[in-house]
């Protein structure tokens, strides 16, 4: 049995009749990640022991009678700046490299109360800032279809790690489409949710009007049944929304006429320039699937995308200047000695801090300065608004939107040296949706030269539904929607 | 704007990062690039539109003045680099 | 010399008073062991995210309608980025751009004149956590150690309009804003604590000019006294600078209590804080229904108190400030009353003896075991004629150091006074007796001679003697014989 290539929903079912236990699941995990990933490098950390011992205890419930989660003894791959009590937590950055948190994050215990089975904390760039995981302390992690490849960023390391069949499903967190592009990248789903219906507290701040934690998944069973784990609020978070959490398996019919009469719109900003031929091609193959299905897919405007990346790029900065300010060697943290304390202040966060996340400090510390602060930051404040309006008014016409994920498949590592605006570039088509804390799902759509095409559907804000119905529905009539990296997996 | 070497060296100073020689040139040179790129936000048209520093409207989320045990001593200094009697220890402050 | 006029602002952090702090639930205890005190959020650890305390707000909005100020209907936390090693997010939350409380103001009085003196704002922030030197000052130390304790517990700032002109005014602004904040309940105000702390923007220009000179700050002030004297030596400076034809430099200055100087201090930047709206804290909407429950629960202020005092009992205006000048003396005078109605002996009793005792001992009220109750007794043995006033106060002594009931220590001690003539007699004879020349002076008309007599027979009963009864009986005896 290929274990490592079910999905959730299937081990969970073979959990649950006894044929597999979950000691057996963890170690054929283990054994896998023992096997891939000293090519892959997806992992910081793998939680072999604490893996074992969790897993053994979900075996005695289950065998003691009691009633387990769907998500019980399944593992995982936690993304590394999200906070696991007692499991390092790195955020990929020699800064952080000993730094054990007191607590989970409260994503980190809704899982464990589920029972998911931590295996090991995946990779990405440094606090978040990338789109390559290429601007990690550890490694770069590489693309399971190709080893010279990208897996994308920052959320690499989850992505590569379910693509591989090293975790069932994987956490990570978006600010920019951290966990969309990489999904598209790598050819699995990735959802940023609504921005504050998944509680940050204990995720590691990047940007934190920005921030949102999601699921890696492999169907949109699993993803519903992920998110419905995590979403809802957190008392202890007061960016978490007050809403009830709706159960999103229910979005999953299988009656093939679900999206009949759904509008779907396709934003032309986002069709007119640079997708590659590839892309292109199966994104209107989805199209036409979709029409074929019973949506009418039409045209519609966001006219401030462009600009919108901007908006994005002068707030991300901002805001992680100074949420990356508490790493100054007193508390927590490297600490590299001087001769006073401000001294001590420089050269820790001199040394402690990769060349991406110094630029981004730098730049924020500029944007946010008095001299530049209404040119900049408030300016981008009110691209944001226009940005809003935008996706409000095309969604006065239409249910949802449909975009390319990413403009092209993952670059070849190679051809990405040196390009300071790469991650404004390769999240150009994920920007604009964290920009306005909108939902948007990116789901793997079939290959262009062998390797991963994905698209992207945005929703209204809390309408996670709606993205599971019309991604469930292609998932249900086509085979482009689980692109698997090794051929001879599939046996 | 233009960015000078002397600007980087403001901005790191700022953001408190010790930057060597070769850092100091290259951040010229991409900061200058990422500044240039940010001249786009200038070409929209913002008048009568408001700032929004957040993107879904949230008020008055408050917890109740009840006081809690805080962290366990062991975990406040399970990661400090140095610590004395109790506290944090740090380098001279002048 | 030209004549010159002092521009005086004061910035006054006050710590609310609260269970719990600003944006988590770590207790706000005072004098508690180093970091037993602190979690993730007041830690500034990685993730970690806080809520907003409710009665912190309903605090500084309480603050704000006592200083007569406007309520801002919507209001936000701003962040205030600048690295020290007390501050563990490496920014502080605070409201820049938008304060809760606004324009209000508060009447002083000094040398029997009132002022108003305006505030300009008041707004919530946190508190950074405690520097200690470890073996000397700031300057001396080779390190120090950092205390979270106080990290994140909640502050009102109160910044005034740079309306003071002197140290003799910043000390009444500061003690009538202390009566204020302590009658609502909104801090312990205790400065020796840390619970108040204030700084002093200081600068001078010709008198009758309007032009702002170059001011200082003056900082590490730790009495309302000190932040007097620090002012005086500080005008005084900065005349001496103008008068000698230079300038006065814009600095941050400490002030040294023993050497009763300012000092310039070293390496304070003045860093561009970078301030923007919080993206991590929801906006805060207050109603006016809300702002209005809140207003009911003021309780009576200083000012008030203090008219209703001269109004409703007749105390002097001096008597009416100073005992309405703390809650605690004010809640005295109160009780005192309502067990003995003499207003103006209360007022003289708690002015000379009660006062004089708390100073030299260097006590509060709180502290002292003396209670209105106590008092009102020994006002009544007094006016019974059970002991003399000048007993009185040697009872009150010990009333004010053992607690004990008045008549407790009177009967214990044999203090009752004596005004039986049949006991007065022996005495006054052998007083007689012993002093021929008084007895000579007075009959010759030396009026005064008398008062020495009294004194005789007040010391030979150790002051027993009911000096009125005395007085009459030595007279009779004397214009008779």
Redesign the interface.
């Known amino acids: 049995m290929q274990l490592h290539t079910l999905t959730v929903h299937q081990l969970s079912q073979l959990l649950a009749d006894k044929e597999v236990s979950s000691l057996e699941l963890t170690q054929a995990y283990l054994e896998r990640i023992r096997q891939k990933d000293h090519e892959l490098q997806a992992f910081v950390t793998v939680t072999g022991e604490q893996a074992l011992a969790q897993a053994r205890l979900v075996d005695e419930q289950r065998l003691g009678g009691e009633e387990l989660f769907a998500l019980a003894g399944i593992p995982m791959a936690v993304q590394d700046n999200i906070c696991t009590a007692g499991v390092k937590t790195t955020c990929a950055s020699r800064m952080l490299s ?3 948190p ?1 607590a989970d994050a409260t994503v980190m215990g809704r899982l464990r109360k589920a029972g998911s089975v931590l295996i090991g904390k995946a990779n990405l760039d440094e606090f978040g800032i990338g789109s390559s995981t290429g601007h990690s302390a550890c490694p770069d992690t590489r693309n399971p279809f190709d080893l010279r490849a990208v897996p994308g960023g920052s959320g690499g390391g989850a992505a590569a790690a379910v693509a591989a069949g090293e975790a069932a499903f994987a956490l990570g967190s978006d600010t920019g489409g951290d966990i969309r592009q990489p999904a598209a990248f790598c050819g699995v789903i990735g959802l940023k949710p ?3 219906y998944v509680p940050r507290t204990g995720l590691i701040s990047y940007a934190s ?1 920005l921030d949102q934690i999601g699921p890696f998944a492999r169907d949109l069973k699993d993803l519903a049944l992920i998110l419905k784990t995590i979403c809802g609020h957190d ?1 202890g978070d ?2 978490s ?2 809403l009830e959490v709706s159960d999103f398996r229910e979005s999953l019919s299988n009656d093939s006429n679900d999206i009949k009469g759904l509008k779907i719109g396709l934003p032309k900003e986002y069709f007119a320039a640079g997708v590659s031929p590839g892309v292109a091609a199966r994104l209107q193959e989805a199209i036409t699937k979709l029409e074929e299905l019973g949506a009418r897919c039409v045209e519609v405007t966001l006219p ?1 995308t ?2 919108a990346a ?2 994005h ?2 707030l991300s900065c901002a805001e992680a ?1 100074s949420n990356l ?1 508490r790493y ?8 590299v ?11 820790t ?3 402690g ?1 990769g ?1 991406a996340v ?2 981004s ?3 924020g ?3 946010l ?1 008095s001299a530049h602060y209404d ?2 930051y ?9 940005n ?1 309006q935008d996706f409000a008014q095309a969604f006065e016409q239409v249910d949802c939107l449909l975009t390319p994920a990413t403009l092209t498949t993952a670059p070849q590592k190679s051809d990405l040296a040196g390009d ?2 790469a991650l ?1 570039h390769s999240h150009r088509c994920t920007l604009p949706a964290n ?3 909108l939902p948007a799902l990116s789901l793997p759509y079939g290959l262009s030269e062998g390797m991963p095409v994905g698209l992207q559907l945005i929703g209204r ?1 809390f309408d996670e539904q709606t993205l599971l119905r019309v991604a469930y529905t292609l998932e249900q009539n086509t085979d482009q929607t689980r692109p698997q990296p090794n051929p001879a997996d599939r046996k | 704007m233009k960015i000078t070497p002397k600007d ?1 060296e403001r ?9 060597t020689d070769e ?1 100091k040139t ?2 010229t040179r ?2 200058q ?3 240039s ?2 001249d ?5 048209d ?1 008048t009568a ?8 409207p ?11 045990p ?2 366990a ?1 062991e ?8 610590e ?11 | 010399m030209s004549t010159y006029e002092a521009v005086i602002g004061l910035e006054v952090h006050v710590e609310l008073k ?3 702090k600003l944006f988590c ?4 205890e005072f004098g508690q ?8 959020v007041c ?1 500034g650890l990685p993730g970690s995210t806080g ?7 309903e605090l500084a909005v309480k603050a704000g309608l006592a200083l007569n100020c406007q309520i801002g209907l919507t209001t936000w936390f701003d962040r205030k980025n600048y ?1 020290y ?1 007390d501050l563990p997010k490496g920014y502080q939350i605070s409201q820049v751009f938008r304060p809760i409380a606004a324009e209000g103001y508060l009447d002083i009085e000094v040398d029997g004149r009132s002022k108003r003196i305006h505030i300009t704002r008041a707004h919530m922030e946190e508190d950074p956590g405690k ?4 073996g000397g000052s ?2 001396t ?8 304790n106080r990290s994140g517990i909640p502050l009102i700032e109160i910044v005034s309009e740079p309306e003071i002109r002197s140290g003799a005014e910043a000390k009444a602004y500061l003690e009538k804003l202390k009566a204020i904040l302590e009658y609502t309940g909104v801090s312990d105000v205790k400065m020796e604590q840390g619970s108040l702390r204030c700084d002093a923007n200081v600068s001078v220009r010709p008198a009758g000019t309007t032009a702002l000179g170059t001011k200082t700050e003056i900082k590490n002030m730790n009495s309302f006294r000190a932040v007097q004297r620090a002012i005086e030596y500080e005008v005084a400076r900065q005349m001496a600078v103008l008068e000698d034809g230079d300038a006065v430099i814009q600095e941050t200055r400490g002030w040294d209590e023993n050497k009763g100087i300012t000092l310039a201090m ?2 304070k930047e003045n ?2 804080y ?1 301030c ?2 919080d ?1 991590e804290l ?4 207050l109603t006016p229904e809300w702002i209005e429950e809140v207003k009911a629960t003021l309780p009576e202020l200083p000012d008030a108190r203090r008219k209703r005092l001269m109004e409703e009992h007749g105390l002097p205006a001096y008597d009416a400030g100073i005992i309405t000048s703390s809650l605690a003396l004010a809640e005295f005078f109160a009780a005192a009353l309502e067990k003995f109605p003499d207003a103006k002996l209360i007022s003289n009793w708690m002015m000379g003896e009660l006062l004089r005792l708390l100073n030299a001992q260097a006590m509060e009220l709180s502290e002292a075991k003396v209670t209105p109750d106590v008092l009102a007794k020994l006002l009544e043995l007094i006016k019974k004629g059970t002991i003399s006033n000048k007993i009185g106060k040697e009872v009150f002594e010990l009333m004010f150091k053992e607690g004990k009931e008045p008549e407790e220590i009177v009967k214990e001690k044999g203090l009752v006074q004596i005004s039986d003539a049949g006991q007065l007699t022996q005495i006054l004879t052998e007083v007689i007796a012993r002093n021929p020349k008084s007895v000579e002076d007075f009959q010759a008309g030396k009026e005064q001679a008398i008062g020495f007599l009294v004194g005789q027979v007040m010391k030979a009963t150790k002051g027993q003697a009911n000096p009125g009864v005395v007085n009459t009986m030595l007279r009779e005896i004397l214009t008779k014989g």
């Open positions: 000993h730094y054990i007191p609504t921005y504050g009007s008392a007061s960016t929304a007050l401030h462009e600009v901007a908006a790029y002068a200047s300010a100054d060697g007193v508390r927590y943290g490297l600490r000695e001087g001769e006073d304390v401000q001294n001590m202040f420089m050269k966060r001199g040394q801090f060349s110094k630029r400090i730098m730049l510390t500029h944007v300065s040119d900049y408030t300016q981008a404040l009110k691209v944001r608004t226009l809003s300071s605006l404004v920009l306005a804390g804000h | 980087v901005l790191a100073f700022v953001s408190r990062l010790e930057l850092e290259a951040y991409s900061l690039e990422s500044l790129y940010l786009l936000l200038k070409q929209a913002t539109v408001e700032a929004a520093e957040r993107v879904l949230m008020i008055n989320l408050f917890r109740e003045d009840k006081a809690q805080g962290l001593s975990l406040v200094f399970a990661n400090a680099p140095e004395e009697d109790g506290a944090f220890k740090v380098p001279r402050i002048l | 609260t269970q719990s639930g770590c207790a706000t062991e180093p970091n037993t005190q602190v979690c993730p830690l809520v907003l305390n409710k009665k912190v707000v690295y090693p520097l200690v030197h470890s700031i300057t130390s080779h390190s120090s150690c950092v205390d979270y070293r390496n860093p561009d970078r923007f709206i993206p929801p906006h805060i909407q």
